[in-house]
């Protein structure tokens, strides 16, 4: 089972792509396919982005519900990251 996270970022973003080199970076460090990913362009998907409350970008929502509303550092993502999948583990029979 994995995690899906989604990181809403806006072209021309520094910050964006520092939080997707970051996220990259962790899910590889992971590994075994254990974080799903991807990059919601707030500008192509507004509606999406406004119905889960990002406001600004770069932000990061994992499992649908956003959880930084800025970027955060590596270790503060990875410690979320690593109780979201312990959490996921602990659900499974």
Not at 19 to 48: H, P, S, T
């Amino acid at each position: 089972m994995s995690i899906k996270v989604e990181v809403f970022a806006s072209p021309g973003c520094g910050k964006c792509g520092q939080a997707k080199e970051v996220l990259r970076k962790l899910a590889e460090d992971i590994g075994g396919g254990q974080v799903e990913w991807r990059e919601v362009n707030v500008l192509e998907e507004l509606d999406y982005a406004v119905n889960l409350g990002v406001l600004s970008t770069p932000a990061i929502a994992i499992d649908g519900e956003l959880t930084f509303t800025g970027l955060p550092s590596q270790r503060k993502l990875r410690g979320e990251l690593d109780r979201r999948l312990a959490a996921h583990r602990a659900l499974r029979p």
